[in-house]
């Protein structure tokens, strides 16, 4: 009971603000809702809580382990040509289970398969360079540098309108499927072999995975031109309408994304590692609580919470400047709490790095760059400027920071930034900012393309900058704490007698 309890507390804490603040916005007439509105927010709200509550339990109980087991087994196979072959499939899979790709793909003017497979084929490959990495202990930062050196001057190329969608495709790919399991992969492949930076290479994965489907998306841009996509207004249907026909479709989207990557590691087990029959079960268990957990939570967010939040954003529009900054930076501070990946990143990252890098300090410094990214978003939609005037000074902050912080907060920066771009970034934020473009440029599918979309790449873009300063600053303390220790210890060119007692 005990531990149930810790479960729906910290769902509720998780949940609440964006509750919270769509409720304030109700009640202050900035953006009021009908009765239908009314009930719709309600219930999906309590999807929303009961879906991150399971889906926290079910991660903890399968997701995680199978990742752990998985990569703690993989290094112990000679065939090397076999383990890359594994960690491919592994990639493809898991990004097929990710819902936020889902939900951006739907969005997109282009098929959706199309680009889900181009998407997984680029997490499968940098998923294999990123193993090949910590196998071989090479530097995350030089690799992280020749990459993003590389997307730069491939988006140089490509048509300005396949430029935003193309970053928010490297945003989407790491969620509440991928996360659980690719951080848990890191930390049994790092743990597997000898070494002091063990605990630093145990990050690093995720950012491959985020890097890698922005490669394949540029140079599949390189043939693409003039892209157009169609405005569509959003219908607000009959709450239990809404909810039901979201349910259903989640039903299959879940099975169908999650059968892979269940099917991979039963197959894999039976072959390899041959589990004790009270582990399977204890998996299978996890698995169930997963599925339940994240038809729920996605029932909530696209049944209710997605047509509440272009609602929210076309009713902002047109109102106060200094409002609509405000209340944009508070949506992106609540929405980022909301998502499962950041929980389940924060928690592992306090347990990897024994208590030093303090769960609540990461959830601030998080919450704080993806509030000034969707501000800074809807500034860009207002001044209709390019991306590139963010990105480019942004990244090149972010990764002269490599060479100031420890390898540790690198690799957690890295990731937390694929992290915190997740299924609320996708179905809440997105929609938000599309509506804003809508109300402001109503019928121009192009300005959507260039202006709305790329508001999932600031948010996976700003983690990379804020917790590598926290590691800087935590660094820099450090230092001084370790001056400040050596002058109580001894004054400059001070002969002291030490006495040691019995």
Same mark, same amino acid.
């Given at each position: 009971m005990k531990k149930w309890a810790k479960i729906l507390l910290d769902a509720l804490l998780s949940t609440a603000p964006v509750i919270v603040i769509v409720l304030i916005l109700n009640l202050c007439k900035v953006a009021p809702f009908d009765n239908n509105m009314n009930l719709m927010f309600l219930f999906g709200s309590l999807l929303l809580f009961f879906g991150v509550a399971l889906f926290s339990v079910g991660t903890e109980n399968a997701m995680s382990k199978i990742g752990e087991i998985v990569g703690a087994n993989m290094t112990k196979q000679k065939n090397f040509i076999g383990l890359i072959l594994i960690v491919f499939l592994l990639g493809i899979f898991v990004t097929i289970a990710e819902p936020d790709l889902s939900v951006l793909a739907s969005r997109l003017p282009i098929e959706n398969y199309l680009f889900i497979a181009l998407v997984g084929v680029g997490v499968g490959l940098f998923l294999?360079?990123?193993?090949?990495? &910590?196998?071989?202990?090479?530097?995350?930062?030089?690799?992280?540098?020749?990459?993003?050196? #590389?997307?730069?001057?491939?988006?140089?190329?490509?048509?300005?309108?396949?430029?935003?969608?193309?970053? =928010?495709?490297?945003g989407v790919t790491t969620g509440p499927v991928t996360v659980p399991f690719i951080l848990a992969l890191g930390v049994g492949i790092a743990t597997t072999r000898a070494g002091?930076?063990?605990?630093?290479?145990?990050?690093?994965?995720?950012?491959?995975?985020?890097?890698?489907?922005?490669?394949?998306?540029?140079?599949? +841009? /390189?043939?693409?031109r003039n892209l157009d996509m169609e405005v569509k207004t959003t219908e607000v249907l009959p709450f239990g309408e809404a909810l039901f026909i979201a349910f259903k479709d989640q039903c299959i989207n879940v099975s169908i994304a999650m059968a892979p990557i269940i099917l991979f590691f039963f197959i894999y087990n039976a072959v390899f590692i041959r589990l004790p029959k009270k582990q399977i079960l204890k998996i299978i268990v996890g698995l169930v609580y997963t599925y339940i957990g994240l038809v729920l939570f996605l029932t909530g967010v696209e049944g209710a919470?997605?047509?509440?939040?272009?609602?929210?954003?076309?009713?902002?529009?047109? +109102?106060?400047?200094?409002? /609509?900054?405000?209340?944009?930076?508070? &949506? +992106?501070i609540v929405v980022v709490l909301c998502e499962p990946a950041?929980?389940?990143?924060?928690?592992?990252?306090?347990?990897?790095?024994?208590?030093?890098?303090?769960?609540?300090?990461? @959830? &601030?410094? @998080?919450? +704080?760059?993806?509030?000034? %990214?969707?501000?800074?978003?809807?500034?860009?939609?207002?001044?209709?400027?390019?991306i590139f005037y963010y990105v480019v000074p942004g990244y090149i902050l972010a990764l002269g920071l490599t060479? %100031?912080?420890?390898?540790?907060?690198?690799?957690?920066?890295? =990731?937390?930034?694929?992290?915190?771009?997740?299924?609320? $970034?996708?179905?809440?934020?997105?929609?938000?900012?599309?509506?804003?473009?809508?109300? #402001?440029?109503?019928?121009?599918?192009?300005?959507?393309l260039t202006r709305a979309f790329g508001t999932v790449a600031m948010v996976a873009m700003m983690p990379l900058i804020v917790i590598q300063? !926290?590691? @800087?600053? %935590? $660094? @820099?303390?450090?230092?001084?704490? !370790?001056?400040l220790a050596r002058k109580l210890v001894a004054e400059k060119d001070d002969n002291q007698i030490i006495h040691f007692g019995a």
């Open positions: 294999v360079i990123g193993v090949i990495r &910590i196998l071989w202990q090479k530097s995350l930062k030089v690799w992280l540098l020749a990459f993003y050196a #590389l997307i730069f001057a491939l988006a140089i190329l490509v048509d300005e309108s396949f430029v935003p969608l193309t970053f =928010d495709s490297g002091k930076s063990s605990n630093a290479d145990s990050f690093g994965l995720t950012a491959f995975c985020s890097i890698g489907p922005l490669l394949v998306v540029l140079i599949f +841009g /390189l043939f693409m919470f997605t047509p509440i939040a272009d609602y929210v954003g076309t009713s902002l529009a047109n +109102g106060v400047l200094w409002m /609509l900054l405000l209340i944009s930076a508070v &949506i +992106g950041v929980q389940v990143l924060v928690k592992q990252v306090e347990q990897v790095s024994d208590g030093m890098i303090k769960k609540s300090n990461m @959830l &601030i410094a @998080l919450a +704080g760059g993806i509030g000034l %990214a969707v501000m800074l978003s809807v500034i860009r939609i207002i001044y209709d400027f390019s060479f %100031a912080v420890p390898d540790i907060y690198v690799g957690i920066a890295f =990731d937390s930034g694929g992290v915190a771009s997740g299924p609320m $970034t996708s179905a809440f934020i997105l929609p938000f900012t599309l509506g804003i473009a809508k109300a #402001l440029h109503p019928g121009d599918g192009q300005f959507l300063l !926290l590691g @800087l600053n %935590a $660094t @820099l303390e450090k230092q001084y704490n !370790l001056r």
